[in-house]
């Protein structure tokens, strides 16, 4: 099954979940908590990572939806992305690496 | 019929508006100085039992989803959250009740979604993230003047964006004279906020290639596309038309390397702040 990227606010994060991308937390420079991508998280790391404030993490997420599921939700973001720029102009260069970047964030 | 406002004329109505809260052009000033904002915040909470319940029912919920226990003193929150958070929740919630005593149509979900991607950008330029904060909470404080002294114009303004699809600053010319940029700019000069603060309040929109180089604007007017790109918060009107090339060359962006940290870390946070400051 594919894998997927989420951000996640702490408050929505549980033990078990898996971090898809390291959760590293510095303080006057220094760093207090790293975590590497690939961990599972604890009980344990989620009251570390609650005492020194971190409010959210990137977790890895079995992606769950079926081909005709996922092409479906793809095709709605495609859409909505669409209309935002519906007033912008395909061939500015600057916007259109904009648009791109959205594209690549919110088309998976 | 427009209206045939003054730009000198302004001021004078500005006072119609529910008072800034003092403290936060007074935190503004001394950002550098953790003592100094200390002293600050104390002074407020002594002086004004509002401002401390405010401060201390986000600290709350913030200490409620880290596990801690209800704490009933600044001095208690400063010690358990930090101060750095502290004075991010009086920005803030500074800001969200002025906004709320404005009793204005104004999207402050959308205003908190382009302080916290000003924040994150910050960084990349060496900005004050909490300078950040404020320059994207504050950047439609021209909607809030509109909408609280002109509402019935302010009202036409946005029928003409929302069901016509004209472009907002033009449809407040048309009907005010100047858009929300400029008139924001004014009222932010007039509270003696930061210079750097009031330009990017006032060229956030479509900035001229010699406002873009300033780094607040620039980080401003790009953190109010990536709210309206990713729908924070989700509403019809969000559209992004042109991105400064000047802005974007000024913050040193690459959109062509993946970008799902920044706009994933923007995500996250609003969802999280949404909560706590709702």
């Known amino acids: 099954m594919a894998i997927r990227q989420i951000y996640l606010p702490l408050f929505s994060v549980r033990a078990g979940m898996t971090l898809a991308r390291s959760a590293v937390i510095t303080e006057r420079q220094v760093t207090v908590l790293m975590l590497p991508a690939g961990h599972e998280l604890t009980e344990n790391n989620l009251a570390q990572l609650r005492a020194h404030h971190a409010d959210y993490l990137c977790i890895a997420e079995e992606d769950a939806r079926s081909d005709v599921l996922r092409a479906q939700n793809i095709a709605t973001q495609s859409a909505r992305i669409d209309r935002i720029f519906c007033n912008a102009d395909p061939e500015h260069p600057e916007t259109r690496a904009f648009c791109d970047a959205v594209r690549a964030y919110r088309l998976v | ?278």
């Open chain 2, 1 to 278: 019929m427009p209206l045939s406002l003054k730009l000198e004329d302004l001021p004078a109505s500005i006072d119609r508006l529910p008072a800034f809260p003092r403290i936060i052009s007074e935190l503004l000033t001394d950002l550098d100085d953790d003592n100094s904002s200390m002293l600050t915040l104390a002074q407020h909470v002594e002086r004004d039992p509002v401002v401390a319940g405010r401060i201390l029912s986000a600290a709350n919920r913030i200490l409620y989803y880290e596990g801690w226990p209800e704490v009933r003193d600044i001095y208690t929150a400063v010690s358990l959250i930090g101060f750095k958070r502290i004075r991010e929740i009086v920005l803030t919630t500074g800001t969200a009740s002025f906004a709320g005593h404005c009793r204005a149509r104004f999207s402050w979900e959308h205003s908190l979604a382009v302080g916290i991607g000003a924040q994150e950008l910050a960084p990349l330029v060496n900005v004050n993230p909490h300078v950040a904060l404020v320059a994207g909470l504050l950047h439609d404080l021209g909607h809030l003047w509109m909408s609280c002294i002109h509402p019935l114009e302010f009202q036409r303004t946005r029928l003409l964006v929302e069901v016509h699809g004209k472009d907002v600053c033009a449809a407040e010319r048309e009907l005010f004279g100047f858009d929300h940029c400029v008139i924001g700019a004014v009222i932010a000069h007039h509270w003696r906020l930061p210079a750097d603060v009031v330009a990017a309040i006032g060229h956030h929109h479509l900035p001229s290639d010699n406002a873009a180089t300033q780094k607040l604007v620039a980080i401003t007017h790009v953190a109010e596309l990536i709210a309206n790109a990713l729908d924070l918060p989700c509403r019809d009107i969000n559209r992004v038309t042109r991105l400064s090339p000047v802005a974007h060359k000024t913050l040193g962006v690459d959109w062509s390397q993946d970008c799902s940290a920044l706009f994933g870390a923007i995500e996250a946070r609003h969802q999280y702040a949404s909560v706590i400051f709702s």
